[in-house]
């Protein structure tokens, strides 16, 4: 499959073999300016739902950037891409991000929860100002609404507090 750029500031489209593209050109900077990007599918949390009303279900694809052969802390980005199939081909309609401020090195992370028409809910996990690149122990309830063609948080609700050290 091949997915937008733009999430893991790439100026070329990526194509995933197997979910995964090793040392992706990009915009991002790591250990160096431009620094290139590993880009992982992560197909295990899928989710399915008919967010258009079309009758026909879009497709959300998690998707994570990190800087080529490293850790944790060199995380640089985490997205929901949603993606419409009704014309035959994927069509990005949205990428969705995280609605809790960044606090830390690694980006925070969505999980899609549910896709009905006009809405996606989305849990997720923040880093605290005391959290461990390992661990972020924050976590919200976040909601997107469907309209018009356009996809726009509306909610983010925080169920656990982050860490405050």
Not at 78 to 85: K, N, P, R
Not at 91 to 102: A, D, E, F, G, I
Request: proline share 8%; glycine share 10%; with cysteine.
């Amino acid at each position: 499959m091949t997915i937008p750029g733009s999430l893991c500031r790439s100026p070329d489209s990526i194509r995933l073999r197997d979910g995964v593209a090793l040392n992706v050109p990009s915009h991002f900077d790591g250990p160096e300016p431009n620094f290139p990007q590993d880009v992982s599918a992560r197909t295990d949390q899928l989710a399915f739902g008919d967010l258009t009303g079309d009758g026909q279900d879009e497709a959300a694809l998690p998707v994570l950037c990190a800087n080529h052969n490293s850790t944790a802390a060199g995380q640089t980005a985490m997205g929901i891409m949603v993606f419409d199939g009704s014309s035959g081909q994927p069509k990005l309609l949205t990428t969705l991000n995280s609605q809790q401020k960044r606090q830390g090195e690694p980006p925070n992370f969505l999980e899609v929860r549910q896709i009905t028409r006009s809405r996606i809910v989305a849990d997720e996990t923040f880093y605290g100002p005391a959290d461990a690149n390992c661990c972020p122990s924050g976590h919200a309830s976040d909601v997107w609404r469907y309209s018009n063609g356009t996809v726009k948080p509306i909610r983010s609700a925080v169920t656990v507090a982050p860490s405050s050290g």
